[in-house]
Antibody, heavy 119, light 108 residues
Framework: EVQLAESGGGLVEPGGSLRLSCTAS????????MNWVRHTPGKGLECVSS????????FYGASVRGRFTISRDNDKNSLYLQMNSLRADDTGIYYC????????????WGQGTLVTVSS | DIVLTQSPGTLALSPGEGATLSCRAS???????LAWYQQKRGQAPRLLVY???YRATGVPDRFTGSGSGTDFTLTISRLEPEDYAVYYC?????????FGQGTKVEPK
């Protein structure tokens, strides 16, 4: 069974940093693209960042470009999102989601981790 | 960016009724790469259909995707109680991939 488990969310002050992790199991992680999608009160569902199986291609949404960094460790079956210079409008639930390749739908999602940016 | 506009915002239906959900794109979706997701309260989104008429694994055949270009539809032929949820469309043919704002299907 495919499982994706996010961790690392929490409460952080504006300007602060958080590192999200997503641990994968039940499939050959190194052959799939991975994505971070967030659900925020202001914008609904938004694809924040994506990375191909071997990290050769990376995408960032305009709202996070320059502040967030996606990475993966295929040996540890893990996906990461380093979030810096956090703002109040980054508040939301962050999901990791799997995709077969660069232009594929997101066929499995984790349960999400809540990020709250507030003073 | 491609803007996806879903209608209606809310659909109030009884079990057994049919549902038609619309997703309109601000420009042509490349290769008709359009997907629909179902999200229930407190759960992650679940892929239902993609491409735009292929059902994901385990999805009942009462869910049907159709359309091309800029106009896409998700049809639920006979609503079951477990189908009450929010439904989102997503285009994955043009970066950045974008989602619609959702259609809520609720009990009448």
């Amino acid at each position: 069974e495919v499982q994706l488990a996010e961790s690392g969310g929490g409460l952080v002050e504006p300007g602060g940093s958080l590192r999200l992790s997503c641990t994968a199991s039940g499939f050959d992680f190194k052959t799939y693209g991975m994505n971070w999608v967030r659900h925020t009160p202001g914008k609904g569902l938004e694809c924040v960042s994506s990375i191909t199986s071997r990290s050769s291609n990376i995408f960032y949404g305009a709202s996070v470009r320059g502040r967030f960094t996606i990475s993966r460790d295929n040996d540890k079956n893990s996906l990461y999102l380093q979030m810096n210079s956090l703002r109040a409008d980054d508040t939301g639930i962050y999901y990791c989601a799997r995709s077969f390749n660069w232009d594929s739908p997101f066929d499995n999602w984790g349960q999400g981790t809540l990020v709250t940016v507030s003073s | 960016d491609i803007v996806l506009t879903q209608s209606p915002g809310t659909l109030a239906l009884s079990p057994g009724e049919g549902a038609t959900l619309s997703c309109r794109a601000s420009q042509r979706v490349s290769t008709d790469y359009l997907a629909w997701y179902q999200q229930k309260r407190g759960q992650a989104p679940r892929l239902l259909v993609y491409g735009p008429a292929y059902r994901a694994t385990g999805v009942p055949d009462r869910f049907t995707g159709s359309g091309s270009g800029t106009d896409f539809t998700l049809t639920i032929s006979r609503l079951e109680p477990e189908d009450y949820a929010v439904y989102y469309c997503q285009q994955y043919g043009n970066k950045p991939w974008t989602f619609g704002q959702g259609t809520k299907v609720e009990p009448k």
